[in-house]
């Protein structure tokens, strides 16, 4: 089937440490996205890629680092210098860049603090 | 600056009542496109509906049903006949620069049997 695969669905980070969480599409999209979801809170937009070698800083983009060396692969990077990582982190993916194309979710990664 | 508002936090109602969940945006653009989501318990996010800002046409899907107002910038969705199946925490979303949606805080919706 086609999707969206983000591991491992749970995530604990030690301080000081850095983490990364996986995101693997197979929808042939071009663009894809890293969201992060606090409680009572809507989804705010991390990074986003519109190309493979490419991507731009979301709204929150600081203490995270993505890269997006595969279409297929868009991980995403939890450093030590995000002072409150605790959240539900969605990936997401759509055809092409554009405001007009929906975006499809995996299931959501969700990191706590040890 | 763009911002999408659902002041709902939360709503509850029983099985086959209908429920309308209100989404109010802001944008300076004359092109936008605005999208509903459904956040099940399971966590991913199901895309529902994407309306471009040229459309007012509402929009029927069964029991879902939309009504896009440019004039009070709303972009309402109603649930008919509601089902258990239908609690999910609902998010309107907007959309101007490519690949950055703007989400509301989403209306935590119960349907009681």
């Known amino acids: 089937d086609g999707g969206i695969t983000q591991s491992p669905k749970y995530l604990f980070r030690k301080e000081g440490q850095n983490v990364t969480l996986s995101c693997e599409q197979n929808l042939n999209h071009d663009a894809m996205y890293w969201y992060r979801q606090d409680p009572g809170q809507g989804l705010r937009l991390i990074y986003y890629?519109?190309?493979?070698?490419?991507?731009q800083k979301g709204d929150i983009a600081e203490g995270y680092s993505v890269s997006r060396e595969k279409k297929e692969s868009f991980p995403l990077t939890v450093t030590s210098a995000q002072k409150n990582p605790t959240a539900f982190y969605l990936c997401?993916?759509?055809?092409?860049?554009?405001?007009?194309?929906?975006?499809?979710f995996g299931d959501g990664t969700r990191l706590s603090i040890l | 600056a763009q911002k999408v508002t659902q002041a709902q936090t939360e709503i509850s109602v029983v099985e086959k009542e209908d429920v309308t969940l209100d989404c109010v945006y802001e944008?300076?653009?004359?092109?936008?496109?605005l999208f509903w989501y459904k956040q099940p318990p399971s966590g991913e996010l199901v895309f529902l509906i994407r309306?471009?800002?040229?459309?007012?046409q509402n929009e029927i899907s069964g029991r879902y049903s939309w009504n896009f107002q440019k004039s009070t910038s709303s972009f309402n969705f109603t649930i008919t006949a509601s089902q258990v199946v239908d609690s999910a925490v609902y998010f309107c979303?907007?959309?101007?620069?490519?690949?950055?949606?703007?989400f509301g805080t989403g209306t935590r919706l119960q349907v009681f049997p």
């Open positions: 979303a907007l959309s101007e620069d490519p690949g950055k949606l703007i």
């Open positions: 309306r471009n800002s040229f459309d007012e």
């Open positions: 997401a993916s759509s055809i092409a860049g554009g405001g007009n194309q929906p975006q499809h």
């Open positions: 890629s519109q190309i493979v070698n490419d991507f």
């Open positions: 944008t300076r653009d004359t092109t936008y496109y």
